[in-house]
């Protein structure tokens, strides 16, 4: 990966983290339940990966699955995760808010960039549910955000290339467009090449099967059976295949 390329891995363990940091990634995104696209971890989470890894750590600042339309109560839970980020060091925060006609929640977008300062802001992929592209761009970047993450407005990022492209051209070097959904070590240098970003958000996940000896596979903790017994991890030689493969982008 070229010096000007930034690869973020979104992980949601210390173990994830670390091999992110050793596969070469430069920044992570940290959150929890990656099921639900994932959610604010816990400050317990948050402090000791920040304690484990140098690299740059963005802090998801999302209350819950679901929409991105919140409650005056999940605001409030927001701002004060926030503040907890902050305080244990985190570089940034990564957070998406919509209004319910699906255009950017601009004031709300600004206070919680406010407050973050001077820690950096991505607007995640509630970006890619907004009612149209170009108009939430312009509201992000009044808002002062720094970067959007984008899979151009479609399920995979290969299906919205076009799309982004025109997001980085439109952004005018005033916001950092990164692409992120379904990038792989055999797309990411196409993607790279024909959108024009420069840095690369990925998760690069495998399951793996639990330890546990003991099983009681009558019983299901969660809405997805069987998750008792697997675990999701990133893996730091799949995290350095990826880098490897944007180097020539």
Same mark, same amino acid.
């Given at each position: 990966?070229?010096d000007h390329?930034?690869l973020?891995?979104c %992980?949601?363990s210390i173990?994830?983290?670390v091999?992110?940091?050793?596969? @070469?990634?430069?920044?992570i995104?940290?959150? $929890?339940?990656i099921?639900?696209?994932g959610?604010t971890p816990s400050?317990g *989470? !948050?402090?000791t990966v920040?304690?484990?890894?140098a690299?740059d750590?963005?802090?998801? !600042?999302?209350?819950r699955?679901?929409d991105?339309?919140y409650t005056?109560e999940?605001?409030?839970?927001m701002?004060?995760?926030?503040?907890?980020a902050?305080q244990? &060091?985190?570089d @940034? !925060?990564v957070? &998406?808010?919509?209004?319910e006609?699906?255009e950017?929640d601009?004031?709300r977008? =600004?206070r919680l960039?406010?407050?973050?300062r001077?820690m950096?802001?991505?607007f995640h992929r509630a970006?890619?549910?907004s =009612?149209e592209l170009?108009?939430a *761009?312009?509201?992000?970047i009044?808002?002062?955000?720094?970067?959007v993450?984008t899979s151009?407005?479609?399920?995979k990022?290969?299906?919205?290339?076009?799309a982004? %492209?025109?997001l980085?051209?439109?952004a005018?070097?005033? !916001?950092?467009?990164?692409?992120?959904?379904?990038?792989t070590a $055999?797309n990411? =240098?196409r993607?790279?090449?024909?959108? @024009?970003? =420069?840095e690369i958000?990925?998760s690069v996940?495998?399951?793996?099967p639990?330890p546990?000896?003991?099983?009681?596979?009558?019983?299901s903790?969660?809405? %997805?059976?069987?998750?008792?017994y697997?675990?999701?991890?990133?893996?730091q030689?799949?995290?350095?295949r990826?880098?490897e493969?944007?180097?020539? $982008?």
């Open positions: 990966m070229s390329a930034i973020e891995i %992980a949601d173990e994830s983290a091999a992110a940091e050793r596969g @070469g990634a430069r920044r995104e940290l959150c $929890s339940n099921l639900e696209g959610v400050g *989470l !948050i402090s920040r304690n484990k890894v690299i750590l963005c802090v998801m !600042i999302r209350p699955g679901g991105f339309c005056a999940e605001f409030e839970t701002e004060q995760d926030v503040l907890t902050k244990i &060091g985190a @940034g !925060i957070l &998406g808010i919509l209004h006609d699906g950017v601009g004031a977008t =600004r960039i406010e407050l973050a001077p950096k802001t991505t970006f890619d549910m =009612r170009s108009k *761009l312009a509201a992000v009044e808002a002062g955000a720094d970067r993450l151009g407005g479609e399920q990022v290969e299906d919205g290339i076009p982004i %492209a025109k980085v051209q439109a005018d070097r005033r !916001i950092a467009i990164m692409a992120g959904g379904g990038i $055999s990411v =240098r993607i790279m090449r024909e959108t @024009g970003v =420069r958000h990925a996940r495998v399951h793996l639990s546990m000896r003991h099983r009681n596979e009558k019983i903790m969660g809405l %997805a059976k069987g998750r008792e697997q675990r999701v991890m990133v893996l030689e799949e995290v350095r990826l880098v493969s944007a180097h020539n $982008s």
